[in-house]
T-cell receptor, first 113, second 114 residues
Framework: AQSVTQLGSHVSVSEGALVLLRCNYS??????LFWYVQYPNQGLQLLLK????ATLVKGINGFEAEFKKSETSFHLTKPSAHMSDAAEYFC???????????WGAGTKLIIKP | KAGVTQTPRYLIKTRGQQVTLSCSPI?????VSWYQQTPGQGLQFLFE???????NKGNFPGRFSGRQFSNSRSEMNVSTLELGDSALYLC?????????????FGEGSRLTVL
């Protein structure tokens, strides 16, 4: 069975500081991994995804994530936080021939001025 | 192209009533998934429909049901509402033919049960 663990329900960083949101997964088959973002009062939208090509994946709004098989991790980073990055971030996993995502609990990113 | 549309955006019901929520997917998308989002439980998968057939189902009681029409529009129904059903219900559409396919979400229907 697949599962996703996001460390920290809330992460607070100062504007301009590094953003690091942690995601660890469990999967018995090669996974597909996703990060989605939800801004207040909106639905989710895809930030980036890993589908077994390059292990370093670049997404929208300056975010990137690195797939590390040995650590079963897919952490999301951004070099410099902006106030507009304040949102909830969800990590998710699926696998070949599976059409359902397994979601993490989400991490609320708070940006301090 | 138009995004995923959910109606109504907000609704208030009382315990014991039933509710029907609607989702119009992006044109050409054949898969519609439904999620319940609450502060305590996070994002919970309800079910997924593909070409009018339920393909995946989450762990919710039978009071929660759905269907998909031939034009891919979907509805979900919750009968005998309970206070705990208060939540944001999100619908997401995709082509449904790729495991790596992007889900496109609507803005949700916020249900309050009094």
């Amino acid at each position: 069975a697949q599962s996703v663990t996001q460390l920290g329900s809330h992460v607070s960083v100062s504007e301009g500081a590094l953003v690091l949101l942690r995601c660890n997964y469990s999967s018995s088959v090669p996974p597909y991994l996703f990060w989605y973002v939800q801004y207040p009062n909106q639905g989710l939208q895809l930030l980036l995804k890993y589908t077994s090509a390059a292990t370093l994946v670049k997404g929208i709004n300056g975010f990137e994530a690195e797939f590390k098989k040995s650590e079963t991790s897919f952490h999301l980073t951004k070099p410099s936080a902006h106030m507009s990055d304040a949102a909830e971030y969800f990590c998710a996993v699926s696998s070949p021939l599976v059409y359902q995502l397994i979601w993490g609990a989400g991490t609320k990113l708070i940006i301090k001025p | 192209k138009a995004g995923v549309t959910q109606t109504p955006r907000y609704l208030i019901k009382t315990r014991g009533q039933q509710v029907t929520l609607s989702c119009s997917p992006i044109s050409g998308h054949r898969s519609v998934s439904w999620y319940q989002q609450t502060p305590g439980q996070g994002l919970q998968f309800l079910f997924e429909y593909f070409s009018e057939t339920q393909r995946n189902k989450g762990n919710f009681p039978g009071r929660f049901s759905g269907r998909q029409f031939s034009n891919s529009r979907s509805e979900m129904n919750v009968s005998t509402l309970e206070l705990g059903d208060s939540a944001l219900y999100l619908c997401a559409s995709s082509r449904g033919t790729e495991s790596t396919g992007e889900l496109f979400f609507g803005e949700g229907s916020r249900l309050t049960v009094l």
